[in-house]
């Protein structure tokens, strides 16, 4: 056995490794969701992200899409099923996920009674 040959295809091999290891995974994923503000006791809103992944909301408060978007992709909530006798729109829907995969956290459904907009 020629160990000095391998001892150098260790290091080399270790090396390689080394080197892929420091360039990183691939896109960071993130999860999209925001704030539902208005909605009234007993009703619901579903909310979809990309036309897809619905989640149905019950009552206000904090939300998030089960499927995460990845880094540099768009995301764009909007209301798949609006509340019966309610009215609910989206403001910061739309955007694309920044190159760390952060959380997009700032997505506000505003609900008010059909008619009454503010």
Avoid: H, R, W
Avoid at 23 to 32: I, R
Avoid at 56 to 76: C, L, P, R, W
Avoid at 91 to 112: F, K, L, P, Q, R
């Amino acid at each position: 056995m020629n160990i000095p040959g391998t001892i150098l295809i260790f290091a080399s091999t270790l090396a390689t490794a080394s080197i892929l290891g420091a360039c990183g995974g691939g896109a960071a994923d993130a999860t999209v969701g925001g704030t539902v503000v208005g909605l009234s006791g007993g009703t619901n809103v579903v909310l979809v992200d990309n036309g897809s992944d619905p989640i149905t909301v019950g009552g206000n408060g904090s939300f998030s899409f089960d499927q995460k978007i990845s880094s540099g992709n768009a995301y764009s909530v909007t209301v798949q099923t609006q509340p019966i006798g309610e009215t609910c729109s989206v403001a910061n829907g739309s955007g694309t996920i920044d190159g760390e995969g952060d959380a997009v956290t700032n997505v506000t459904v505003n609900c008010y009674a059909t008619g009454t907009q503010p």
